[in-house]
């Protein structure tokens, strides 16, 4: 993944979805948090926790990420956490990002509803890269994917009808952007196959404000 460009995703999503990251952020499901290494990065942001599962990726794979795309490391603070149970009080970040983690979920439901209660009024989510079970195959699956599909691996992979229906459980309206971050006439191709695909999304949902 950090050779197919993760630096463009932060302007992507600042550009193509109007989001101006700032303030304390939180990523859960982070890996290697490669996703809070970008954002560290950002002068208006002054805090990012970086949570994961796995202790072990947070505490020895991250530092080398944060060391590679040259993170601003001070800002970032890793801790094991499980997504489904966050143990930070209510209206508490002002972003909650993911990245390919919804559908590792347990209950993706429950995994939104924590995000939004840990979110400030007026917060946002934030998921990008999610597998979207397409709509249209358009080649045959290898012999490769086949195996996994039979092993089950397609098991938490979802439609975008899916997640809609999953952040309207969780009281967070849908905003699903395409993601294409190629040039020239690879992009063009991209974006008809995304269009038949559903492959590429960036999943945005805002928590209400308090009236």
């Given amino acids: 993944m950090l050779a197919g460009g993760v630096s463009q995703f932060v302007p992507f999503l600042t550009r193509n979805c109007g989001i101006e990251f700032r303030g304390r952020i939180l990523e859960i499901g982070a890996g290697t948090a490669w996703?809070?290494?970008?954002?560290?990065?950002?002068?208006?942001?002054?805090?990012?926790?970086?949570?994961?599962?796995?202790?072990?990726?947070?505490?020895?794979?991250?530092?080398?990420?944060?060391?590679?795309?040259?993170?601003?490391?001070?800002?970032?603070?890793?801790?094991?956490?499980?997504?489904?149970?966050?143990?930070?009080?209510?209206?508490?970040?002002?972003?909650?990002?993911?990245?390919?983690?919804?559908?590792?979920?347990?209950?993706?439901?429950?995994?939104l509803h924590e995000a939004k209660r840990v979110l400030k009024p007026g917060g946002q989510l934030v998921a990008i890269r999610e597998p979207v079970w397409p709509l249209v195959q358009l080649r045959s699956p290898s012999a490769a994917q086949r195996k996994l599909i039979a092993a089950g691996a397609n098991k938490h992979c979802y439609t975008?009808?899916?997640?809609?229906?999953?952040?309207?459980?969780?009281?967070?309206?849908?905003?699903?952007?395409?993601?294409?971050?190629s040039s020239g006439l690879k992009y063009y191709f991209n974006e008809a196959v995304n269009g038949l695909t559903h492959a590429r999304y960036a999943f945005v949902a805002s928590k209400r404000t308090k009236r």
Avoid: W
Avoid at 40 to 66: G, H, I, M, N, Q
Avoid at 161 to 178: C, H, T
């Fill in 35 to 111: 996703f809070s290494a970008e954002l560290s990065k950002l002068p208006k942001v002054v805090e990012v926790l970086a949570t994961d599962f796995s202790s072990k990726l947070l505490k020895e794979k991250a530092p080398r990420v944060f060391k590679l795309l040259k993170a601003q490391a001070a800002k970032i603070t890793r801790m094991p956490a499980d997504f489904h149970r966050l143990d930070f009080p209510e209206n508490h970040f002002d972003f909650v990002v993911c990245s390919a983690a919804l559908h590792h979920a347990v209950n993706v439901v429950v995994l």
């Fill in 160 to 181: 975008l009808d899916d997640y809609r229906e999953f952040f309207e459980r969780a009281g967070l309206q849908l905003e699903a952007k395409r993601v294409n971050l």
